[in-house]
């Protein structure tokens, strides 16, 4: 991979990793236009890791008192950080299932560029719905095991690639009540046991069959990933309540219909 590469494609992994866009759809883009081959598995590895990074970094505080509170959990000691880091264990089991038993299924039959682009459209369109008439009143602390376990559901339609992991959990939470904010900090804490699974996958796939890499390419796409994904975190937060989901179901909208034209004219 050339420097050129390694610095659009981390960037764009560390972005759409949490914006409800889908970042298949953008990683295929530059390859379709700009005929880039595949950045493999190490790569891969490498931006997950700094995603994976960024998210623990930006929730350490959250990520703490979860975990505290769940330990506490073990010995009879219940709280609502327990109740929650209970919650993302067990939306985390459907994807993880998903994974095991359909994942392969799933990258030989649906990783078509065409899925991608209808996917990215539909599940936008979902969005918008969600967002547009849920009624966004409930928090995340007052989750019901029901609610966290049909996020959870929802985690694993994003296998299908086009989705978007962040984009379906959102509109999942919004549609059960919860406010914005609220459903975007839930998909955020639910991202970090999900990429952790993905990124053990891939890297023991990488061990099964070792290949040449380039370390300083590793290592920069590692940094860009982090830091554009510790911004995106920030920045969204801070602004969904005020702008709402539909520049991310326009976008979305937009996206899959350049992936249509650029296809059929490849």
Not at 69 to 90: C, E, F, M, R
Request: glycine fraction near 8%; charge should be neutral; hydrophobic fraction near 55%.
């Amino acid at each position: 991979m050339s420097t050129v590469e390694v610095i659009i494609l981390a960037i764009i992994q560390g972005l759409t990793e949490f914006l409800p866009i889908s970042s298949s759809a953008h990683l295929i883009l530059p390859s379709a236009i700009l005929g880039w081959q595949d950045q493999g598995i190490v790569f891969d590895v490498a931006v997950h890791v700094g995603t994976l990074l960024a998210v623990m970094l930006y929730f350490r505080q959250d990520i703490a008192n979860l975990t505290v509170g769940w330990v506490k959990s073990l010995g009879g000691q219940h709280s609502t950080d327990s109740k929650l880091a209970w919650w993302v264990i067990l939306a985390t089991i459907p994807a993880g299932l998903a994974g095991l038993f359909a994942g392969d299924l799933i990258e030989l039959y649906l990783r078509s560029p065409y899925v991608i682009a209808i996917t990215t459209i539909v599940f936008g369109l979902a969005l918008w719905l969600a967002d547009a008439k849920a009624k966004q009143i409930q928090t995340m602390e007052s989750l019901s095991w029901g609610q966290a376990l049909l996020i959870g559901i929802a985690q694993a339609v994003a296998l299908i690639p086009g989705t978007s992991r962040s984009g379906i959990t959102m509109t999942a939470a919004l549609l059960l009540g919860l406010d914005r904010v609220s459903a975007a900090r839930f998909s955020f804490l639910l991202s970090i046991p999900i990429i952790i699974l993905s990124g053990g996958y891939q890297g023991m796939k990488l061990l099964s069959a070792p290949a040449n890499y380039d370390l300083n390419a590793i290592l920069l796409g590692t940094g860009l990933s982090f830091i554009s994904a510790l911004v995106c975190i920030h920045l969204f937060l801070k602004v969904i309540n005020r702008m709402g989901m539909l520049p991310f179901v326009i976008y979305r909208l937009l996206l899959g219909i350049t992936l249509f034209a650029v296809l059929t004219t490849l």
